[in-house]
């Protein structure tokens, strides 16, 4: 069984500061997303990435995968307070896109002023 | 980019009666359905997965005969969540798979329904 945990689950930071999220799965896996969600909203995707050593950056966000360490993290640089969000890495199996996602539980991100 | 429209955003009901919830792909098509649940302030975890032509596959502790996807076609599938009771109550999510491009790349939601049920 695929397990995802992710932390930490809550974080709370001063704007201008940088901060990584962690993303460890269990099992083998072929495709890593990360998502923002933001209060009683869908969720919007941010990164997907399908290989060892992928990184994807978009603005402040910086996202990463190690397959062999089945470790991804989600860097933020320089946090400014609409980054303030709840971000969802998910991951996926090996069967090429066939089954759903297995989601970690989330991490509640509060930027501050 | 790829649109996943699901309808209605937010539904109020009664206890023991049945609520549709629809999800539509509206610019490609998905063999493809995944539905979701959410309650508050936890993660999405999955309830099935919805495959066009085909009875949809529930994970494990997902009542099948509670809730019922229909998938009808390449660009919809249904899910209704018969004889709700107050504990279904949540934020159920949606999400297509483009049959034709980038098959494992990208994932569209839809924008959720919150189910309150009286």
């Known amino acids: 069984e695929l397990k995802v945990e992710q932390n930490p689950l809550f974080l709370s930071m001063q704007e201008g500061k940088n901060y990584t999220i962690y993303c460890n799965y269990s099992t083998t896996s072929d495709r890593l997303y990360w998502y923002r969600q933001d209060p009683g909203k869908s969720l919007e995707s941010l990164f997907v990435?399908?290989?060892?050593?992928a990184v994807k950056q978009e603005g402040r966000l910086m996202a990463s995968l190690d397959t062999k360490a089945r470790l991804s993290t989600l860097h933020i640089t320089a946090a400014v307070h609409d980054l303030s969000a709840t971000y969802f890495c998910a991951v996926g199996d090996s069967g090429g896109g066939a089954d759903g996602l297995t989601f970690g539980k989330g991490t509640h991100l509060i930027i501050q002023p | 980019g790829a649109v996943v429209s699901q309808h209605p955003s937010w539904v109020i009901c009664k206890s023991g009666t049945s609520v549709k919830i629809e999800c539509r792909s509206l610019?490609?098509?998905?063999?493809?359905m995944f539905w979701y649940r959410q309650f508050p302030k936890q993660s999405l975890m999955l309830m099935a997965t919805?495959?066009?032509?085909?009875?949809?596959?529930?994970e494990q502790g997902v009542e099948k005969d509670k809730f019922l996807i229909n998938h009808a076609s390449l660009t919809l599938s249904t899910l209704t969540v018969t004889s709700a009771h107050p504990e279904d109550s949540s934020f159920y999510i949606c999400?297509?798979?483009?049959?034709?491009?980038?098959?494992?790349?990208?994932?569209?939601f839809g924008s959720g329904t919150q189910l309150s049920v009286l």
């Open positions: 610019d490609f098509q998905a063999t493809t």
């Open positions: 990435l399908l290989s060892n050593g």
């Open positions: 999400s297509a798979r483009d049959l034709w491009t980038g098959v494992q790349e990208k994932l569209f």
């Open positions: 919805s495959n066009e032509g085909s009875k949809a596959t529930y």
